[in-house]
């Protein structure tokens, strides 16, 4: 059973920082692109960053140079450390799998950002 489980989400002031994980189990993790997106009410889900199964890296322009994403292959564990968090970049964050048809969706993390 393909499971993505996010954590790490919570209330954060402009400026400060979070790191969400996301734990994966039910398949080959190390063989998948894995990729964190967010979505506000109303909006369609939207990327912010993938990494591929050899390490490659791809940000949105919205989070280049705030964000990194990483992957820790023995962990089965994808992880988004957001820095300098902006009020725009408060969502419900999801952990993505996908390698060519598969798909795979975790249940989100909220992510506040408010003084």
């Known amino acids: 059973q393909v499971q993505l489980v996010e954590s790490g989400g919570g209330l954060v002031q402009p400026g400060g920082s979070l790191r969400l994980s996301c734990l994966a189990s039910?398949?080959?993790?190390?063989?998948?692109?894995m990729g964190w997106y967010r979505q506000t009410p109303g909006k369609e889900r939207e990327l912010d960053a993938f990494?591929?199964?050899?390490?490659?890296?791809n940000y949105e322009e919205f989070v280049e140079g705030r964000f990194t994403i990483s992957r820790d292959n023995a962990k089965n564990t994808v992880y988004l450390q957001m820095n300098s968090l902006k009020p725009e970049d408060m969502a419900v964050y999801y952990c993505n799998a996908r390698l060519g048809v598969r798909n795979f969706w975790g249940q989100g993390t909220q992510v506040t950002v408010s003084s």
């Open positions: 990494i591929t199964s050899s390490g490659s890296l």
């Open positions: 039910g398949f080959t993790f190390s063989s998948y692109r």
